[in-house]
């Protein structure tokens, strides 16, 4: 496998945007992360996902971050509008559960610049 | 809630000498905890993990933890450290939350630096 793919790697973009961050998780995984890296704050939980499902969001930092995952195979980050604080690192991770928990495996991130 | 503390944000350490970063987690029910390691401009890379058995775990490139359940600690360590070990390295702990999924929280990283 080729392991957890993040688009774009780097994304610069403009205040007011509209920014989506895409992730494909390994195959036969069935929990699905997304983390967000600043110095600041260091790695925040946004949401997670198990089955395609979100199981907790509570980690958005606001109604402009919203996240899908339409099938076991993608999901997508979305900020709209973007604003200068949203510039971070963006992570997506993926593991097994249940009774076949184990690490998560992380993408190479998405780093987001918002001017 | 679920919380990893990692209590020092840098660790110097002369290269040749053991390394200690250290690590303690707040959880409800049996913890798994992990450490990863990050390299600049890269994603995170697992290291080891505890699930269950034996306290002191191996992992990767030379490193071992030991899980302390009374103290609530998983500290990371090295017998004798590489230049090459530099780098931020984050504890996390896994558990299930009250809707019986698991939930993974990670401390805010230690730098790891290795003097030659």
């Known amino acids: 496998d080729a392991g957890v793919i993040q688009s774009p790697r780097h994304e610069v973009t403009e205040m007011g945007q509209e920014v989506t961050l895409r992730c494909k998780p390994i195959?036969?995984?069935?929990?699905l992360f997304w983390y967000r890296q600043t110095m600041m704050r260091g790695l925040e939980l946004l949401i997670y996902?198990?089955?395609?499902?979100?199981?907790?969001d509570s980690g958005m930092p606001e109604d402009r971050f919203s996240a899908k995952m339409p099938n076991a195979s993608f999901s997508t980050l979305k900020i709209q509008p973007s604003e200068p604080r949203d510039s971070a690192v963006y992570f997506c991770?993926?593991?097994?559960?249940?009774?076949?928990?184990?690490?998560?495996?992380f993408g190479e991130g998405s780093r987001l610049t918002v001017l | 809630a679920q919380s990893v503390a990692q209590p020092e944000d840098q660790v110097n350490v002369a290269e040749g000498n053991p390394l200690t970063v250290k690590c303690t987690y707040s959880?409800?029910?049996?913890?798994?905890l992990f450490w990863y390691v990050q390299y600049p401009n890269r994603g995170l890379q697992f290291l080891l993990k505890?699930?269950?058995?034996?306290?002191l775990v191996k992992g990767s490139y030379g490193f071992e933890a030991e899980f302390n359940k009374s103290q609530t600690s998983f500290h990371l360590k090295k017998p004798s450290a590489l230049v090459s070990d530099s780098a931020l390295y984050f504890c996390?702990?896994?558990?299930?939350?009250?809707?019986?999924?698991?939930?993974?929280?990670f401390g805010i990283g230690t730098k790891l630096q290795v003097i030659p």
């Open positions: 991770a993926s593991s097994l559960g249940g009774v076949n928990t184990g690490e998560l495996f």
């Open positions: 195959s036969g995984h069935d929990y």
């Open positions: 996902f198990n089955n395609n499902v979100p199981i907790d």
């Open positions: 959880v409800s029910g049996n913890p798994y």
């Open positions: 505890y699930i269950t058995g034996d306290n």
């Open positions: 996390a702990v896994r558990a299930v939350n009250s809707g019986g999924y698991q939930k993974v929280t």
